[in-house]
């Protein structure tokens, strides 16, 4: 267990609607990254968060967005869904260090 | 921006030795780290190097050269279990943004 909560696991949904995704992050850590991974594709890194600021963007599309809050957890937003979106996002947290990140389990996103 | 490079696939045969290479390129650099993912779970970390050498970690060692931009994990004495995919990632920026390769995929073979 690494300490990273994502809700929910499984999120089956139609095109064009919008999902929240959820992270706690382990205690005390101030930097969540997320990332996207589609089938067989490596981590693409989204946004990172550090003590509620957002502080790297990386290759997030416009419909997403984020934030992170006072006590630390993150959420993802994604809106006006399309197939193409369907995909595990990961979560990650590190402490000020950043030299290992700890990774949720994942939430599975499908988009019908 | 950063990019990294790594070998998409790589088989080995159980018992024997692998290594994996990744060469970045980054604006920034704090240091290199490895991760493992089997299939449908979640990234871990491996290990993490900040300065030019070899660190070892059990059957798992990782050696950074800050001037070639270069890295490499090895794995030793493979198991099956260790087939998964094995990403490195660059921790830049002032607050240490990660950055990850794209993976290679290792098949470890009877």
């Known amino acids: 267990d690494s300490g990273v909560t994502q809700t929910p696991k499984h999120l089956i949904t139609a095109t064009g609607q919008r999902v929240t995704l959820r992270c706690s992050p382990r205690?005390?850590?101030?930097?969540v990254y997320w990332y996207q991974q589609s089938l067989d594709q490596g981590l693409q890194f989204l946004i990172q968060y550090y003590n509620g600021e957002e502080r790297a963007k990386g290759n997030i599309l416009e419909r997403f967005s984020a934030q992170q809050f006072p006590d630390l957890h993150s959420e993802l937003n994604l809106s006006s869904l399309e197939l193409g979106d369907s995909a595990l996002y990961f979560c990650?947290?590190?402490?000020?260090?950043?030299?290992?990140?700890?990774f949720g389990q994942g939430t599975r996103l499908t988009v019908v | 921006g950063q990019s990294l490079e790594q070998p998409s696939e790589v088989t080995a045969v159980e018992g024997a030795i692998v290594q994996i290479n990744c060469t970045y390129q980054t604006s920034g650099f704090y240091g290199l780290s490895w991760y493992q993912q089997h299939d449908g779970g979640a990234p871990t970390f491996l290990s993490y190097n900040a300065l030019d050498g070899l660190e070892e970690t059990g059957r798992f060692s990782s050696f950074l050269s800050r001037s070639d931009s270069y890295g490499y994990l090895l794995l030793q004495e493979l198991q099956m279990k260790d087939s998964a995919s094995y990403f490195c990632?660059?921790?830049?920026?002032?607050?240490?943004?990660?950055?990850f390769g794209t993976g290679t995929k290792l098949q470890v073979i009877p």
């Open positions: 205690s005390g850590d101030l930097s």
């Open positions: 990632a660059v921790n830049s920026g002032g607050y240490q943004k990660v950055t």
């Open positions: 990650a947290s590190s402490p000020s260090t950043g030299a290992e990140a700890f």
